[in-house]
T-cell receptor, first 112, second 114 residues
């Protein structure tokens, strides 16, 4: 079945460092891909999405490109801030629609 | 504009009991999905409700059931609780059940089964 694999955390970075969180997927057909973020004590929030190959999703300085050839959707940010500390989830939505399949999450901690 | 609201925020039950969790979707949304998030894991899809019917279901046993009301709010019921049912239960709503629809999540109900 469909699945999502993320790099394990926690990831600890200094403020203004470059961030990459790897995400790869397995799916039949052409899924839509998402990154969600979960701040402490809050629900998940959509960070960005891409619905077809070579699409780039972006929001709040974060970017991810839908790479069909490598079945990947890596999250990047050029300069992280302390306020970016959270758990990041990669997810896909397949042909069944509406059902999100999540990776296990990657905890990011940014130190001043 | 209130977002997705869930109640209660925390709940403690014992094995074999039954529990009901509640969710009110974001204003203007008619589709509700439920997810189970075990500690340190990503959310797992339980089921989705649209037009008061269960539209999709994940790999959860029949002990997990739900309902959607005419005002689009929803309940998740779990019978014969097991220790392994301890988790954060998340409700998400959207304007429609399509795969590219943006989901808005509530803060969840933390269920502990003793």
């Amino acid at each position: 079945g469909d699945s999502v694999t993320q790099m394990e955390g926690p990831v600890t970075l200094s403020e203004e460092a470059f961030l990459t969180i790897n995400c790869t997927y397995t799916a039949t057909g052409y899924p839509s891909l998402f990154w969600y973020v979960q701040y402490p004590g809050e629900g998940l929030q959509l960070l960005l999405k891409a619905t077809k190959a070579d699409d780039k999703g972006s929001n709040k300085g974060f970017e991810a490109t839908y790479r069909k050839e490598t079945t990947s959707f890596h999250l990047e940010k050029g300069s992280v801030q302390v306020s970016d500390s959270a758990v990041y989830f990669c997810a896909l939505s397949g042909n069944q629609g509406g059902k999100l399949i999540f990776g296990q999450g990657t905890e990011l901690s940014v130190k001043p | 504009d209130a977002g997705v609201t869930q109640s209660p925020t925390h709940l403690i039950k014992t094995r074999g009991q039954q529990v009901t969790l509640r969710c009110s979707p974001k204003s203007g949304h008619d589709t509700v999905s439920w997810y189970q998030q075990a500690l340190g894991q990503g959310p797992q899809f339980i089921f989705q409700y649209y037009e008061e019917e269960e539209r999709q279901r994940g790999n959860f046993p029949d002990r997990f059931s739900g309902h959607q009301f005419p005002n689009y709010s929803s309940e998740l019921n779990v019978n014969a609780l097991l220790l392994g049912d301890s988790a954060l239960y998340l409700c998400a709503s959207s304007v429609a059940p399509g795969r590219d629809e943006k989901l808005f999540f509530g803060s969840g109900t933390q269920l502990s089964v003793l």
